[in-house]
């Protein structure tokens, strides 16, 4: 059984958590601001966004690599707030700077907290799943900002990310626990890592499939967020309790109905995206587990995965994947892979 966080634990958790949604909204007020405010030609835009997300996604397991032979998470943090609020201040000047620098910075974060969480309880999932939950409201507040920020709404961000860099460097000193790194990787483990790895790859795609009409309200859009969030915050909770492979099975199979029938039903909608949701912590430790030692590695791999399922919008295939039968099909596909590479875990912990 995994152990419980004591109270400076649990801080730089809560704290690594919030800076999260911060840097996501920072990053995404960059990209939307762009859109909103600069006029610059449609094509030059999602060229931009494209570029983005390869790097805030893509470099992901080679920074992972880095950070887990160094292994100071408080001090990539601090880099990549300082990074992004530089970020701000050229946005007006050099887009194109601007949005290379984000990607970065979003990357390097990603990987010092998602490290962190992953190392504060090994094999337990509640932590990292604590750490990504604020994610989907960073993008929410970020996309807000962008459109409806004025003129001065980067420099008070900039100053807010400054002033969190300060708060994270305050954080009381915690002791992560010491997994040591075996010889090889076995050829099973690689097996049951490239499983999930696709699950997670599809899953990344169910989310361009699925179509809200209804989230045009900004209202709903917030509940539907705050969902998200919920859902990958209890994830990992419910599988530290009730196992994985139970919680996976049970969410994702619940999912399908309420994701067919959301577009209409507005509280299935919402329902099927907090199933949907609760599978992600759980991919992340089960990586991890994989990987014994190489916590950053293993969470930048997730990372790209998810970039890989961002791949057909960007070849422009959005109209092969809105079927419904599509959809019922990818989810069940994710299950099969995911399932079968949580190998033979069964247990509360290990």
Request: net charge positive; hydrophobic share 55%.
């Amino acid at each position: 059984m995994g152990k419980s966080l004591n109270y400076r634990e649990s801080l730089n958790l809560g704290g690594f958590a919030f800076v999260h949604g911060l840097v996501d909204a920072v990053c995404c007020a960059i990209l939307v601001g762009l859109y909103a405010k600069e006029h610059l030609p449609l094509p030059v835009l999602e060229s931009m966004a494209v570029m983005y997300n390869i790097l805030a996604f893509g470099l992901q397991p080679i920074l992972g690599m880095i950070s887990d032979r160094f292994q100071n998470w408080r001090m990539q943090a601090i880099i990549s707030l300082i990074m992004i609020a530089f970020a701000l201040t050229v946005t007006y000047f050099s887009p194109w700077i601007a949005v290379i620098i984000a990607g970065i910075g979003n990357a390097i974060f990603h990987i010092a907290g998602g490290s962190m969480s992953l190392r504060l309880n090994p094999e337990r999932a509640s932590a990292p799943g604590i750490f990504v939950a604020p994610g989907a409201l960073g993008l929410l507040a970020g996309s807000w900002l962008g459109k409806h920020g004025g003129d001065s709404i980067h420099l008070y961000l900039g100053i807010g990310l400054i002033l969190t860099s300060v708060l994270l460097w305050k954080l009381p000193q915690i002791e992560l626990v010491d997994i040591p790194r075996p010889a090889r990787v076995s050829s099973k483990k690689i097996y049951l890592l490239l499983a999930i790895l696709i699950s997670i790859s599809i899953r990344s795609l169910v989310g361009f499939m699925v179509s809200f009409p209804w989230k045009s309200s900004f209202a709903l859009m917030l509940i539907l967020t705050l969902a998200i969030s919920i859902g990958k915050g209890l994830g990992g909770i419910l599988a530290d309790h009730c196992g994985r492979k139970k919680i996976v099975t049970i969410a994702l199979l619940a999912s399908i109905p309420c994701l067919l029938l959301g577009s209409s039903i507005v509280w299935l909608g919402i329902l099927g995206m907090l199933l949907f949701n609760l599978t992600m912590p759980i991919t992340l430790v089960a990586a991890a587990s994989l990987l014994k030692g190489k916590p950053g590695f293993a969470f930048g791999l997730t990372c790209l995965a998810l970039l890989i399922g961002y791949c057909p919008i960007v070849f422009g295939y959005q109209s092969l994947i809105r079927h419904p039968l599509a959809l019922v099909i990818a989810i069940i596909i994710s299950l099969f892979f995911l399932y079968n590479g949580l190998g033979n875990y069964s247990s509360q912990s290990r």
